[in-house]
């Protein structure tokens, strides 16, 4: 690994602390991985961009898959997972989580978080897209990841665990050998600490979750910038198969011009036997799959929007008036009230549905126990390529992927400490040059961003689609470079200008990947290479910035992910 010696325009750290680990993230990945190294005895800092509570685990309505029900294996979790996955799941990665997966529920359960029951005594599981089993557990109906949240933020305050919140990570440290010292991040507003300063570490966990608001609409909330691939890139990391981002099928539609954070439709609801439909009431997904509206999401999704252009429709329906009053208000009581609140009542008329950006199975390329290619840099959750999710994330697999790999990587720097007593001293980070390496976009680039990746890299691509995108993002780029090249001007530093920054840098890796996949595989459709070729495309692609700033995208040979040491 060569670092790129990129950084954001930012003034100098004003203060720094020291710890064993910094977990940058507050969602179940990042929180599990606090926990486990607090309990090992490691001085553990959890850096947040919010409150603890505001990520995007606490949004998740459907619930967490494991093969905990009677009949049920890990092997038959496996099989689903690998095929929604398309060919590019790494199988030992997903047998690791199918296995592992019970036990690390179990865990959380422990630690306090409350899933619903059957009237048995037992956990309440439900089905969902690709799922063949009821493996789906879930709490409060729908509100899954609330309580997981919940549990996980109650039990970090209970033990006393640092935490910095309101602050955006910048950079990644390291120190004279290349190895992760760090990071220099900007806190928002009052508290112990104000403005930019560093936490000096020998171990950084990224758990930065995903980057939604890449596009006009998703389901991701607002801090979901993509700030930890980005620092990723930056740091000299290989990121992966950023080009698979999955657009749920089943987003509460509210009109063409809605921007930002949209309300889910938990797959859930199709779970409990909810039905797709036309404006004029046909069902369109069946004879589409053996599973009907339970496809893996990929399928569905395109199906929704094939059928959306068939009727020149901006949205389809979802129809779930049948399960009445009752149920809707105990079992999907969030989506009840997200539907009525904008003025819909699922009880007696179909709900207006259609994609939206959703998640990012690609991200910072891992080994199984969640490192990346820059010694001492791990990642985890959403922000990470593990492997698991292949070119579509089966339906509840994310929430366990947070868990069980999170808990490997804590194994890990426990391992690597006790073999490596010198590591056990806090790291001498290689001072920054004070000059800008990269420049910082106006904060009104963030929308430009958006409405460029929506229009030329949604649902539907195609080389000219992706063509005209990356052409858009390059002329920011350009831009953004001349002004400091020619002026010696950037935007000013701020959490605005840091975020689209960030966004840009994701988008411009996402639509390069894209546009060199030459196939549909899993959620990339391509309109003009419509088949999955495997003889050409069973492999994935590796990103990683130059000194230049410019983008180093390949291949690799097969569909194995090299090691990352």
Not at 79 to 103: F, K, M, S, Y
Not at 215 to 227: E, H, I, L, Q
Not at 418 to 437: F, K
Not at 516 to 528: S, V
Request: aromatic share 4%; net charge negative.
């Amino acid at each position: 690994m060569t670092s790129t010696g990129i950084r954001l325009h930012a003034p100098a750290p004003g203060w720094a602390i020291a710890a064993d680990v910094v977990v940058v993230g507050s969602g179940v990945a990042g929180l599990t991985a606090a926990l486990r190294c607090e309990a090992a005895g490691l001085t553990t800092v959890v850096v947040t961009k919010a409150r603890l509570d505001d990520g995007s685990t606490r949004w998740a309505q459907g619930g967490i898959a494991a093969a905990l029900g009677e009949g049920d294996t890990p092997e038959q979790h496996l099989d689903d997972t690998l095929v929604a996955g398309a060919g590019l799941c790494d199988e030992t990665a997903v047998r690791l989580l199918v296995t592992e997966g019970p036990g690390a529920v179990r865990r959380l359960i422990e630690t306090g978080a409350h899933f619903d029951e059957s009237s048995e005594g037992g956990l309440a599981l439900t089905r969902e897209g690709g799922h063949h089993r009821r493996r789906i557990v879930h709490a409060g109906g729908d509100a899954t990841g609330a309580e997981i949240s919940r549990a996980l933020v109650e039990a970090v305050r209970a033990r006393g665990l640092r935490t910095i919140e309101n602050a955006l990570v910048l950079d990644l440290l390291t120190d004279a050998e290349g190895r992760t010292a760090g990071v220099t991040l900007h806190v928002m507003g009052e508290g112990q600490h104000d403005g930019v300063g560093a936490v000096h570490a020998p171990a950084v966990v990224l758990a930065t979750g995903g980057m939604g608001q890449v596009f006009a609409a998703t389901t991701n909330p607002s801090v979901s910038t993509g700030d930890g691939v980005a620092l990723a890139l930056r740091a000299g990391a290989e990121v992966s198969d950023l080009e698979f981002v999955q657009f749920h099928p089943t987003v509460l539609f509210l009109g063409t011009d809605a921007e930002g954070q949209q309300p889910l439709v938990s797959e859930a609801v199709r779970g409990e036997g909810a039905h797709l439909v036309d404006a004029d009431g046909v069902r369109f997904m069946a004879g589409q799959h053996e599973l009907a509206e339970l496809a893996p999401r990929d399928i569905v999704a395109k199906a929704i929007m094939r059928r959306m252009q068939e009727r020149d429709a901006e949205h389809m329906f979802l129809d779930a008036r049948h399960f009445g009053a009752e149920m809707w208000e105990h079992r999907f009581p969030t989506i009840l009230a997200a539907c009525r609140a904008n003025g819909i009542d699922p009880v007696n008329e179909p709900i207006p549905i259609a994609p939206a950006a959703h998640y990012a199975s690609g991200g910072v390329r891992t080994d199984d126990h969640g490192r990346t290619t820059v010694p001492g840099l791990y990642a985890s959750g959403e922000c990470a390529c593990t492997g698991v999710h292949g070119a579509n994330r089966l339906a509840s697999n994310s929430l366990l992927e947070g868990l069980v790999y999170a808990e490997r990587i804590v194994a890990d720097i426990v391992a690597e400490r006790a073999a490596d007593g010198l590591r056990a001293r806090v790291p001498e980070p290689v001072p920054h040059s004070d000059e800008p390496a990269h420049p910082l976009l106006a904060p009104e680039s963030r929308f430009a961003v958006q409405r460029i990746m929506t229009q030329g890299a949604g649902v539907l691509r195609s080389a000219e689609s992706l063509g005209g995108a990356a052409e858009q993002l390059q002329r920011l780029h350009t831009d953004a470079q001349d002004a400091l090249d020619v002026h010696g001007k950037t935007a000013e530093p701020g959490v605005d200008t840091w975020e689209a920054t960030n966004l840009l840098c994701v988008a411009r890796v996402l639509v390069a990947a894209a546009q060199l996949r030459e196939e549909t595989r899993g959620c990339h459709w391509r309109e003009d290479h419509a088949e999955r070729d495997d003889a050409h495309w069973r492999r994935h692609i590796v990103v990683t910035l130059d000194p230049d700033r410019s983008l180093a995208v390949h291949p690799t040979d097969t569909a194995n992910f090299p090691p990352t040491r």
